[in-house]
T-cell receptor
Framework: GGIITQTPKFLIGQEGQKLTLKCQQNFNHDTMYWYRQDSGKGLRLIYYSITENDLQKGDLSEGYDASREKKSSFSLTVTSAQKNEMAVFLC?????????????FGSGTRLTVL | DAKTTQPDSMESTEGETVHLPCSHATISGNEYIYWYRQVPLQGPEYVTHGLQQNTTNSMAFLAIASDRKSSTLILTHVSLRDAAVYHCILRGNSGGSNAKLTFGKGTKLSVKS
């Protein structure tokens, strides 16, 4: 078994601030993902990475940057936090190219912007 | 645009068997049916998946209609720990489009003691 660790669990920022969220996985998975979940809504894909140093934009990439520093870690940066923004950011990982990719999720980073 | 349709909520009592329905009338041939569940303050947890045949594991039984346009997740002997939002989603078998995992609102399952 493995685990996905997201840090921090809770993040409070100021409007206009640049904020970085981190994710580590020990599954040895190739692919990692960042999703955003707003209250009562489904998940929306921000960025994903098929392998180390790869980056692919999702549907919600505007306002975010991402970095796949190594196979086990994937960071997400909110380039300019929006006032009153509240959301949960979920990191996930999976094996790339398998016939049925199962995604494993971390427990999330909860962002509040004052 | 959601590719699956689920009831917003369902209720059950501990020890009962629960049938959670999902409609996916426009499913394509290479799409798998995945089920995840999510409890507050946690990320989604994988439950099961299938392509065409019914599948079973320690968590649930997945019944897939012969035309694949609907499926039912069956939870036996539910406990309070099974209370969660259950998401039914479709995924292709590989490629970048897989990453665009479309989670809708899911079905909120409540379990009474």
């Amino acid at each position: 078994g493995g685990i996905i660790t997201q840090t921090p669990k809770f993040l409070i920022g100021q409007e206009g601030q640049k904020l970085t969220l981190k994710c580590q996985q020990n599954f040895n998975h190739d692919t990692m993902y960042w999703y955003r979940q707003d209250s009562g809504k489904g998940l929306r894909l921000i960025y994903y990475s098929i392998t180390e140093n790869d980056l692919q934009k999702g549907d919600l990439s505007e306002g975010y940057d991402a970095s796949r520093e190594k196979k086990s870690s994937f960071s997400l940066t909110v380039t300019s936090a929006q006032k009153n923004e509240m959301a949960v950011f979920l990191c996930a990982s999976s094996h790339w190219g398998s016939s049925a990719e199962t995604l494993y999720f971390g427990s999330g980073t909860r962002l509040t912007v004052l | 645009d959601a590719k699956t349709t689920q009831p917003d909520s369902m209720e059950s009592t501990e020890g009962e068997t629960v049938h959670l329905p999902c409609s996916h009338a426009t499913i394509s041939g290479n799409e798998y049916i995945y089920w995840y569940r999510q409890v507050p303050l946690q990320g989604p947890e994988y439950v099961t998946h299938g392509l065409q045949q019914n599948t079973t594991n320690s968590m649930a039984f997945l019944a897939i209609a012969s035309d694949r346009k609907s499926s039912t997740l069956i939870l036996t002997h539910v406990s309070l720990r099974d209370a969660a939002v259950y998401h039914c989603i479709l995924r292709g078998n590989s490629g970048g489009s897989n990453a665009k995992l479309t989670f809708g609102k899911g079905t909120k399952l409540s379990v009474k003691s």
